[in-house]
C-alpha cells in the first residue's frame, strides 16, 4: 500500500496480538530487533539520573542494563563516541493523523462540531496511518503519542496513545495495554463554537452546566446497570456515549482537560470531585502555575507549552517559567506540542522553559528537564510503567541524540522502538516516508 517496501516486508512477519477485552483492539507487535549495546555516551535516564560515559544493553526488545562499562556477549556494540541517549520522546497532545498532511478541508476530522457533549466518538476511527507527520515526528525522537480529539465541545469524545511507527492500519499503532483517555475541554472555544450556533453553552456557566447534566446521565445509566446485574435482570441498551463516561467514572478511562485559566481548572476539580473522577492532565494550562500548589496536591499533570501565548483573551497570562514552577511546587511538568511542526522539537521546546528559568533564577537540571517529555508524560498516558526512562524491563524506546538534546543543534540520530532501530539519520533505508512525501524531497525525515 502506501508506505514505502521495507517497511512492508518488515510489517508482514510480525503476528497481530489481538485481544478480545475491547471491540477494536490494538495489534501492534514489535519489529525484529537484535541484541545492542550502546557505549560511552551521556545517559539522561529519565528517573532523574545523569550517567556520564555510560552504557545502555538492550536485549529481546527491552532495557537489560543501564549503567557503566557494560559488556554482553554476542551483542552488537553501537559505539556513541560523544552522543546522548535518552528515553523516547512522548507527545500527550497531538491531533496527528486526525488532522493530516496535507492540511485540507478532506482530512479536517478532529472535532465533531454537531452536539456539544460527544463522548461516543473515538478519535483513532478518524485517525490516517499514512500521515506524513507521523515520520517527521519520529525524526524528533517521538516514540509514543496521544492523538485526541479537538476542543470545540465541552466532552470531545476518546483519545488513542499510538506507537510511533508505520503501519497500513490504525489499529497496528495502537499502544499495546494503554488506557483510553476522555477529552473534555473548558473555557472559550465551546462557548464560543455553540454559542455562535445561537445554543448552549455560550457562557462559562453554560459550559459547567452542560458538564454537570452529561455526568447525571453517565451516574443513572451506571447505577441502572448495577441494578440489573444485582437483579440479574437484562442490562440497559448500550450507550456509547455514557459507556465511556462510566469508564470514566470506574477509573478505566483518564480525562484530559483543555483548559487555561486558572480559576477553570479549579471549577473543573470542583466538578471532578462532584461526581468523583479524577482528572488526569490539563492540557495547555497556562495559568497552572498560579494553582501549582492545588495541582500538586491533587497529582494532577499539567502538559503546557513553552511559551505559547497571548493568542487569546484565556491564553494571555502566560510566562516561560510555568513548567518550572510546577516542578518547583511538586507538581507534575508536561511539554505537549498540539502542532504537527511542534512536535518535531519537543526537546527545543522543553529548552526553552529551562532557560527561561535560569533567568528567573530557578534552576533546573537536564536530568530533571528531560523527564517532561518522558517519564511524565508516560504518566500522564498511564503507560510510565512500560515507557518513559530508561529501567530494565521496560520498552526499549530511546533516542541517540548527536549531542546535548537540549541544544539548538541536536538532531535524533537513531530513533529505537521496542529495540528496534525505526529511525536512522545516516541509512536511508531506515527514513520511512509516506505517499506524500514520495517526490517532494522529503528525506531523513523531513529534513
Given amino acids: 500500500?502506501?508506505?514505502?517496501?521495507?517497511?512492508?516486508?518488515?510489517?508482514?512477519?510480525?503476528?497481530?496480538?489481538?485481544?478480545?477485552?475491547?471491540?477494536?483492539?490494538?495489534?501492534?507487535?514489535?519489529?525484529?530487533?537484535?541484541?545492542?549495546?550502546?557505549?560511552?555516551?551521556?545517559?539522561?535516564?529519565?528517573?532523574?539520573?545523569?550517567?556520564?560515559?555510560?552504557?545502555?544493553l538492550i536485549k529481546d526488545g527491552k532495557i537489560a542494563k543501564v549503567g557503566k562499562d557494560l559488556k554482553a556477549r554476542g551483542a552488537k556494540v553501537v559505539e556513541l563516541e560523544g552522543a546522548w541517549v535518552t528515553p523516547g520522546i512522548i507527545d500527550v497532545h497531538s491531533h496527528l493523523g486526525a488532522g493530516g498532511v496535507p492540511g485540507v478541508r478532506a482530512h479536517s476530522d478532529v472535532n465533531e462540531m454537531t452536539a456539544p457533549t460527544t463522548p461516543d466518538v473515538w478519535i483513532e476511527h478518524s485517525v490516517w496511518p499514512q500521515d506524513q507527520g507521523f515520520v517527521t515526528a519520529l525524526a524528533g525522537g517521538i516514540t509514543a503519542l496521544?492523538?485526541?480529539?479537538?476542543?470545540?465541545?465541552?466532552?470531545?469524545?476518546r483519545t488513542v496513545t499510538l506507537k510511533n511507527v508505520p503501519s497500513r492500519t490504525v489499529a497496528g499503532m495502537k499502544f499495546p495495554g494503554a488506557p483510553y483517555g476522555l477529552k473534555m475541554a473548558c473555557g472559550e472555544n465551546p462557548k464560543r463554537v455553540y454559542g455562535n450556533k445561537g445554543r448552549a453553552p455560550s457562557t462559562r456557566m453554560g459550559n459547567v452546566a452542560g458538564y454537570r447534566a452529561a455526568w447525571i446521565d453517565a451516574l443513572d445509566y451506571k447505577a441502572k446497570i448495577e441494578k440489573a446485574k444485582e437483579k440479574g435482570d437484562p442490562l440497559p441498551k448500550q450507550d456509547l456515549a455514557k459507556e465511556t463516561l462510566v469508564g470514566v467514572l470506574d477509573g478505566e478511562i483518564l480525562v484530559h482537560n483543555h483548559c487555561y485559566r486558572a480559576d477553570e481548572m479549579a471549577t473543573m476539580l470542583d466538578v471532578a470531585k462532584e461526581f468523583g473522577y479524577k482528572v488526569t492532565a490539563f492540557h495547555h494550562a497556562v495559568e497552572a502555575y498560579k494553582i501549582?500548589?492545588?495541582?500538586?496536591?491533587?497529582?494532577?499533570?499539567?502538559?503546557?507549552?513553552?511559551?505559547?501565548?497571548?493568542?487569546?483573551?484565556?491564553?494571555?497570562?502566560?510566562?516561560?517559567?510555568?513548567?518550572?514552577?510546577?516542578?518547583?511546587?511538586?507538581?507534575?511538568?508536561?511539554?505537549?506540542?498540539?502542532?504537527?511542526?511542534?512536535?518535531?522539537?519537543?526537546?527545543?521546546?522543553?529548552?526553552?522553559?529551562?532557560?527561561?528559568?535560569?533567568?528567573?533564577?530557578i534552576n533546573i537540571p537536564k536530568s530533571t528537564?528531560?523527564?517532561?517529555?518522558?517519564?511524565?508524560?508516560?504518566?500522564?498516558?498511564?503507560?510510565?510503567?512500560?515507557?518513559?526512562?530508561?529501567?530494565?524491563?521496560?520498552?526499549?524506546?530511546?533516542?541517540?541524540?548527536?549531542?546535548?538534546?537540549?541544544?539548538?543543534?541536536?538532531?535524533?540520530?537513531?530513533?529505537?522502538?521496542?529495540?528496534?532501530?525505526?529511525?536512522?539519520?545516516?541509512?536511508?533505508?531506515?527514513?520511512?516516508?509516506?505517499?506524500?512525501?514520495?517526490?517532494?524531497?522529503?528525506?531523513?525525515?523531513?529534513?
Avoid at 496521544?146 to 469524545?157: R, T
Avoid at 508536561?334 to 535560569?358: C, F, M, P, W, Y
Fill in 146 to 157: 496521544q492523538i485526541l480529539p479537538g476542543s470545540a465541545n465541552l466532552i470531545g469524545g
Fill in 1 to 56: 500500500m502506501k508506505i514505502t517496501l521495507r517497511w512492508l516486508s518488515a510489517l508482514a512477519l510480525v503476528v497481530p496480538m489481538l485481544s478480545q477485552a475491547e471491540p477494536y483492539p490494538s495489534t501492534y507487535a514489535p519489529l525484529p530487533s537484535e541484541t545492542v549495546l550502546l557505549k560511552g555516551g551521556t545517559i539522561l535516564t529519565g528517573t532523574g539520573e545523569q550517567i556520564d560515559n555510560g552504557d545502555v
Fill in 292 to 361: 501549582a500548589d492545588l495541582l500538586a496536591d491533587r497529582g494532577v499533570c499539567s502538559a503546557v507549552w513553552a511559551d505559547w501565548w497571548g493568542f487569546k483573551m484565556e491564553a494571555y497570562d502566560g510566562i516561560k517559567e510555568n513548567a518550572a514552577l510546577l516542578h518547583e511546587a511538586g507538581a507534575c511538568a508536561v511539554v505537549h506540542s498540539d502542532d504537527a511542526h511542534g512536535i518535531q522539537r519537543l526537546n527545543q521546546e522543553t529548552a526553552k522553559v529551562v532557560g527561561a528559568a535560569k533567568r528567573a533564577g
Fill in 369 to 447: 528537564a528531560i523527564q517532561w517529555i518522558t517519564l511524565n508524560a508516560a504518566k500522564a498516558l498511564g503507560i510510565d510503567a512500560m515507557t518513559g526512562s530508561l529501567e530494565p524491563g521496560k520498552m526499549a524506546d530511546l533516542v541517540v541524540w548527536n549531542k546535548d538534546p537540549f541544544s539548538v543543534y541536536a538532531l535524533a540520530q537513531q530513533v529505537y522502538i521496542d529495540g528496534a532501530v525505526v529511525f536512522d539519520r545516516a541509512d536511508v533505508s531506515k527514513q520511512p516516508m509516506m505517499d506524500f512525501g514520495l517526490g517532494n524531497g522529503v528525506i531523513g525525515g523531513g529534513q
